[in-house]
C-alpha cells in the first residue's frame, strides 16, 4: 500500500483494540488528525487514518507502548513513513523517534490534547458542538483537570509546529465537533 488507509488501519486496530474507550480515543485523534491536515494543507484521509492507528499496541502492552508496532504494522503492508509518524508520538515518553514532519508534529501534540477537549467537552449540556477555545484554555491551564492529559508534552508539540496552544485546540475542537455525534460529544443524555 501506498498510504495508510482508514479501511486498513480499522482493520488493523480491530486485531488489537477491544475496549471502547481506546477505540473512542483513537477515534478522536484521527479526527483531530483530519483537522491539522486541513490546517497545513496536507492529505486528511491519510492523517485520519494514521491517528486511527497511532495506539495500535497500547491495550496489549500498556508498559510497553510502541515496542510492539513497528514490526508487526510493516508486516501487514503499512509503509514505513506511516509506520514512523505513529512511533513519533511516543517522544521522549516510551520512544526515541523524533516527530520531524508536520504529521509527525501533529500526532504527537494531539494525542494528548484531544483527551482535555474529550472531558472539557463532555461537561457542558451541549457537549463539543458549543465548546469555545476560551472554555479549552481554562481547562488546559487548571492542572487538576484531566489530569492523566500531559500538558508539557501538548507544549512542546505546539512549540514543534510552531503554534500556540490556542490554536492547535481550535483546530481539534472543530475537527471534533464535525463528529461529534460518533464521538459521544453532543451534550446532555450522550455516553
Aim: glycine content about 8%; aromatic content about 6%.
Amino acid at each position: 500500500m501506498d498510504r495508510l488507509t482508514w479501511e486498513e488501519a480499522l482493520k488493523l486496530n480491530d486485531t488489537m483494540i477491544t475496549e471502547d474507550h481506546l477505540k473512542l480515543h483513537c477515534l478522536n485523534v484521527a479526527y483531530a488528525m483530519g483537522a491539522m491536515a486541513d490546517h497545513f494543507g496536507q492529505d486528511r484521509a491519510h492523517w485520519e487514518a494514521v491517528g486511527l492507528l497511532h495506539d495500535y499496541d497500547y491495550e496489549k502492552y500498556p508498559e510497553e507502548h510502541l515496542q510492539h508496532t513497528k514490526e508487526p504494522l510493516l508486516e501487514a503492508g503499512v509503509p514505513e513513513e506511516d509506520v514512523r509518524a505513529i512511533l513519533s508520538h511516543g517522544y521522549g515518553i516510551c520512544c526515541d523517534v523524533e516527530p520531524v514532519t508536520l504529521m509527525e508534529k501533529s500526532l504527537f501534540t494531539v494525542d494528548e490534547l484531544t483527551g482535555i477537549v474529550q472531558a472539557a467537552a463532555r461537561m457542558r449540556p451541549n457537549g463539543i458542538t458549543d465548546l469555545e477555545v476560551k472554555s479549552f484554555m481554562k481547562k488546559f491551564k487548571d492542572k487538576r483537570f484531566a489530569a492523566k492529559c500531559d500538558g508539557e508534552t501538548i507544549r512542546k508539540g505546539c512549540e514543534m509546529l510552531g503554534m500556540e496552544v490556542s490554536e492547535v485546540a481550535a483546530v481539534c475542537i472543530e475537527g471534533m465537533k464535525e463528529h461529534a455525534e460518533e464521538l459521544g460529544l453532543t451534550g446532555a443524555g450522550q455516553e
